[in-house]
């Protein structure tokens, strides 16, 4: 409970604009001119240049080469450290992707209080991240959320929109094809909830053969209902096309199909699961690379650079104290505070990403339910 | 130098043929020749170190994963050479002493910060595993004895037979676990056995894999034949443009190409659209394309199209006309000509095209990926999907390993049906 106070903390005053405030940045000793950063492309790639390495090459001259391979960082990274040469200096990753990476020893432990920025009241770094630390080697950027998207103008449905997440699999209320990642991860969960396992047991019940078993006997309901997505694209392209009235996906993607394309889409914010992002430093870096990304990371992770990485899209900042400092979208100008997944009203039900739990059972729920998908 | 005389004819007195240099013509004639050979060989040498060191070795290198396990030795030591002596079939944990070891190794390894590697190499055996290692962590380094009763207050996990059965049975250098999971079969303490029916999933896909290939490649020849026919007996003018529009798709991107396939087969896509708009089905009643089989094999056969038609093609052109026009001067009909006279001088072509085209399906992943749905995939996809997501490489070797066996295999039996001399590129 102690990260939904803090999310909450965080979204109290969305709507409150800060002021800039404007910084000297200390000196970088010994440092490389240049650094390689691994993101994820699209449009949370540009919201990150422009909120963090734009201002920071303006100041400092650094050049910065992106990489849009972060959803295939473990595995590259893995080879990279086995043939010893490591051309990453800083990589961009899912809070999964995160320990699983700490774990194998690819990334480095960071002391977040040591290298990054304090909060402006004087909060340490540790403190102002709070819940989101999720790992020795993890420097958090942002919430998100994986939720679903539903089209606003499904004649069958007779004016009947869908308020709840179980409505997902209520296929005589709301009929027509539905979006579901292929994987298990998080549907297993919202087929428990629907089935109605309570929230508190969700992982007890999944330890088990019988808990598997019964959230894919929840999910075969809608099986023939169901297209499997791969990609976060997928479901904003299935949602645009009609080809499916409703899916899920990760929040930003519908926000863009929302607010930037205008499509006739809403969003159902019932049971999201929120997941971390954030900044890895890979094991093994030399020393003037290494110092680079640590003078970058101290400015791009503070307060303010946190809470400028929310004009361009409708992530939340990790840090409790970039929360007031959110204001409008850059270019929309629409208030970005209601698009948020820690917006209080869209947060009255969630779950938070069980990494440890799924570390461990991922690669045998994975085959089951594959085998499960497959007959 | 010999000291035998030669005559005019290079002929010495002894009977052997010699060189003007009077060694014996056959010994000069094999020196020249090796010479030869060398240079050719010395010629080839760096396209031969280029092909050895960036393919044959990565290659090898890849499949040894799916047997190597050194990890657990070099992380646990003193735990595995205290583990032979503990019988994991006696249902008593393993003594003190064991422990004592693991304790050792586990602060070492946490020290070196290797010991959440080991709980992920011994999660694939046993789920679970790689959360008990990151949890035990700082708190097993900092352990007084008895160790026993400290590691198993650290987590009850501890105190499972099972945990230190997995241990034990993953201590050999080399493991046979990879292959074992690759055909849904596992060991457990009751020895080999099947996985239960609802986990089984390679065997499964590998059959799959195979059936949409031989599907795929039986439709790129229906399809691909008549064109090449009429590539290869259209006059140069047409022909070249037609084959312009068979290598048209050829220069496209393999991702626009299949995402064009997934506008016109999808529900609201334009094949659908024209279908309901002329009446042959309602709105309703829209067809399914895509997303599964159907999807990958037509998506499949269009874009594997090209490696069928030219290898066709080629052999065609060299076919003279006036066999079949001898051929039904002497009676045959339209049918008869073709089959027995036409037919059989494109089998070579045949040979190739098939052969290309399997081989290439057999492997492909990216559109069954995007157009497969979950009926629609490959084998290919669970080892891009153990290489890049699970990072299980040593399953993902075993299943890539299986499947260079399977192709080798189909080539032997395929060498001894059709004979592999009678398979003609060009």
């Known amino acids: 409970m102690k990260l939904r ?54 100041m400092t001259g650094t050049k910065f080469v992106y990489d849009e391979s972060s959803n295939e960082a473990v595995a590259k990274l893995r080879a990279m450290n086995e043939a010893g040469n490591i051309t990453w200096d800083l990589v961009d990753a899912e809070g999964p992707d995160a320990v699983r990476l700490c774990d194998e020893g690819l990334a480095m432990e960071v002391d977040v209080d040591e290298i990054l920025a304090e909060a402006p009241d004087g909060t340490p770094a540790s403190e102002d991240f709070g819940e989101s630390l999720i790992s020795p080697c993890f420097i958090p950027q942002i919430v998100f ?157 503070d307060t303010q650079r946190l809470a400028d990485q929310a004009k361009y899209i409708s992530y939340g900042p990790a840090r409790a104290s970039s929360a007031p400092l959110v204001g409008k979208h850059a270019e929309l100008g629409i208030e970005m505070g209601p698009h948020m997944p820690t917006d209080p009203d869209n947060m009255k039900n969630f779950i938070v990403n069980n990494i440890d739990w799924w570390s461990s059972y991922q690669d045998d729920v994975d085959a089951k339910f594959q085998a499960w998908l497959a007959r | 130098m010999s000291s035998t005389t030669t005559d005019q004819f290079g002929a010495s007195d002894d009977g052997i043929m010699r060189a003007a240099d009077g060694t014996p013509l056959k010994r000069s004639l094999a020196r020249a020749l090796r010479r030869e050979k ?73 020290k070196n910060k290797t010991h959440t590697r080991l709980g992920l190499r011994l999660n694939y055996d046993e789920p679970g595993m790689s959360g008990l290692f990151r949890k035990s962590g700082r708190k097993a380094t900092n352990l007084e004895p008895p160790y026993r009763e400290g590691f198993i207050d650290i987590d009850e996990d501890w ?25 849904d079969a596992e060991r457990t303490t009751d020895g080999l056995q099947m996985k239960p029916e609802k986990e089984r999933i390679y065997l499964y896909l590998f059959w799959r894999t195979m059936f949409l290939s031989i599907v795929i490649t039986g439709s790129c020849l229906l399809l691909g034949y008549p064109i090449a026919y009429l590539l290869a007996n259209l006059t140069v003018r047409t022909s070249n443009l037609l084959m312009i529009l068979v290598l048209l798709p050829f220069w496209t991107s393999l991702l626009v190409r299949t995402s064009a396939w997934k506008v016109l087969l999808q529900q609201q896509g334009v094949i659908n659209d024209f279908l309901v708009w002329i009446g042959v089905i309602d709105d309703a009643g829209r067809l399914i394309m895509i ?72 492997g492909y992943y990216i559109t069954p990926e995007l157009v497969g749905g979950t009926s629609g995939i490959f084998i290919s996809n669970r080892i891009a999907y153990h290489i890049s997501t699970s990072l299980n490489w040593g399953l993902a070797a075993a299943l890539g390993t299986i499947l260079l066996g399977l192709v080798l295999l189909l080539f032997y039996v395929y060498d001894k049906i059709v004979g592999i001399d009678n398979v003609k590129l060009g």
């Open chain 1, 5 to 58: 106070l803090m999310l909450l903390a965080a979204t109290a005053s969305f709507a409150t604009t800060g002021a800039a405030f404007t910084q000297e940045l200390p000196a970088c000793e010994n440092c490389a001119d240049e650094i390689t950063v691994v993101s994820w492309g699209g449009a949370y790639q540009a919201s990150q240049v422009k909120a963090y390495s734009d201002p920071y090459s303006e």
């Open chain 2, 38 to 110: 060398l240079r050719s060989f010395m010629l080839i040498l760096p396209l031969l170190a280029f092909i050895t060191l960036t393919f044959l070795l990565p290659i090898a290198d890849m499949l040894f994963r799916s047997v190597e396990n050194g990890i657990v030795q070099e992380t646990i030591p003193r735990t595995v050479v205290a583990l032979q002596d503990w019988d994991a079939s006696s249902g008593e944990l393993p003594s003190e002493e064991v422990f004592a070891a693991f304790q050792q190794d586990f602060a070492e390894a946490f």
């Open chain 1, 145 to 301: 959320s994986t939720t679903f998207g539903y089209r606003t103008n499904v004649d069958e449905w007779n004016g009947a929109t869908p308020t709840s997440l179980c409505d997902i699999f209520d296929t005589e209320k709301f009929p027509g094809k539905r979006a579901l990642e292929k994987r298990p991860k998080k549907n297993l969960e919202w087929a428990l909830i629907c089935d109605g396992v309570a929230k508190a047991d969700l992982y007890d019940v999944m330890e088990t053969d019988e808990g598997i078993d019964q959230a894919l006997a929840k999910l075969d309901t809608i099986k023939d209902d169901v297209i499997w997505w791969s990609a976060g694209a997928d479901t904003p392209q299935l949602l645009a096309d009609g080809e499916i009235v409703m899916g899920s996906t990760y929040n930003g993607r519908l926000f863009s199909v929302i607010a930037e394309q205008n499509q006739p889409v809403a969003m159902l914010w019932d049971y999201q699961v929120f997941d971390f992002d954030g900044w890895i430093i890979p094991t093994g870096l030399p020393e003037d690379r290494l110092n680079r990304v640590k003078h970058f990371l101290h400015f791009a992770t």
């Open chain 2, 291 to 362: 997303n599964n089989q159907t999807g990958t094999i037509i998506a499949m056969t269009h874009i594997l199209l090209p490696f069928m038609i030219l290898p066709l093609f080629s052999v065609m052109k060299t076919i003279s006309p006036s066999y079949v026009r001898a051929a039904k001067s002497l009676g045959a009909n339209d049918w008869t000509a073709f089959w027995r006279v036409y037919f059989p001088q494109t089998v070579p072509g045949i040979g190739a095209g098939a052969i290309l085209v399997f081989i290439l399906a057999i």
């Open chain 2, 159 to 183: 105190g499972k037979l099972e945990t230190w059965r997995v241990i034990k049975r993953a201590s050999p250098p080399l493991t046979d676990g990879y292959f074992l999971a690759a055909v």
